[in-house]
Antibody, heavy 113, light 109 residues
Framework: EVQLVESGGGLVQQGGSLRLSCEAS????????MSWVRQAPGKGLEWVAN????????YYVESVKGRFTISRDDAKNSLYLQMNGLRAEDTAVYFC??????WGQGTLVTVSS | QTVVTQEPSLTVSPGGTVTLTCTSS?????????ANWFHQKPGQAPRSLIY???GKHSWTPARFSGSLLGGKAALTLSDVQPEDEADYYC?????????FGGGTKVTVL
């Protein structure tokens, strides 16, 4: 089973930036889609963004469009999420998720006002 | 804005059967929505159960099954075990973007 490990979370002030990373234990080049999903404290899951196998197509939930950028580096078996203009409502655990059903353990992002 | 709706909570007895459903505000759910199902236990990451409406991962217990039921995606849990108590989420595909349902809390009692 592929292991996904997220990193890069932390405490940031409103308006600040963070870059999340997700490193896979095996080649991700076969992962047709890779996604970021978040979960605010005590809330349900929210799909945030995904990127296609060749990086040619990226999709975002409306609330992060223009602020977040998803990317992947198959040579490094890694997925990224660049988050700019962070808001208090972006506070959540961010999970990396891939096609074939693999999940990371998540990384906590806290945006302070 | 697309909304995906699930039952907020369901209770089932050990050994019983329960069906969770997933409804789209855009209309009937079909195979083109590639419904996925997950469960999540407190303090843990989600775990994938079903993909593309009916597909099972190698780790998915046989007692879990996915289907389409009356214009909805459905997840049926048969011979429910105490360890099946969890939050269950569906995920639907909308031409590139995905939307999660609000989740169903399944209690085994």
């Amino acid at each position: 089973e592929v292991q996904l490990v997220e990193s890069g979370g932390g405490l940031v002030q409103q308006g600040g930036s963070l870059r999340l990373s997700c490193e896979a234990s095996e080649f991700i080049s076969s992962m047709y889609w890779m996604s970021w999903v978040r979960q605010a404290p005590g809330k349900g899951l929210e799909w945030v963004a995904n990127t296609k196998q060749d990086g040619s197509q990226n999709y975002y939930v409306e609330s992060v469009k223009g602020r977040f950028t998803i990317s992947r580096d198959d040579a490094k078996n890694s997925l990224y999420l660049q988050m700019n203009g962070l808001r208090a409502e972006d506070t959540a655990v961010y999970f990396c998720y891939s096609s074939f059903g693999y999940w990371g353990q998540g990384t906590l992002v806290t945006v302070s006002s | 804005q697309t909304v995906v709706t699930q039952e907020p909570s369901l209770t089932v007895s050990p050994g019983g059967t329960v069906t969770l459903t997933c409804t789209s505000s855009t209309g009937a759910v079909t195979s083109a929505y590639y419904a996925n199902w997950f469960h999540q236990k407190p303090g843990q990451a989600p775990r994938s159960l079903i993909y593309s409406t009916t597909g099972k991962h190698s780790w998915t217990p046989a007692r879990f099954s996915g289907s389409l039921l009356g214009g909805k995606a459905a997840l049926t849990l048969s011979d429910v075990q105490p360890e099946d108590e969890a939050d269950y989420y569906c995920l639907l595909y909308y031409g590139g973007a995905w939307v999660f349902g609000g989740g169903t809390k399944v209690t085994v009692l």
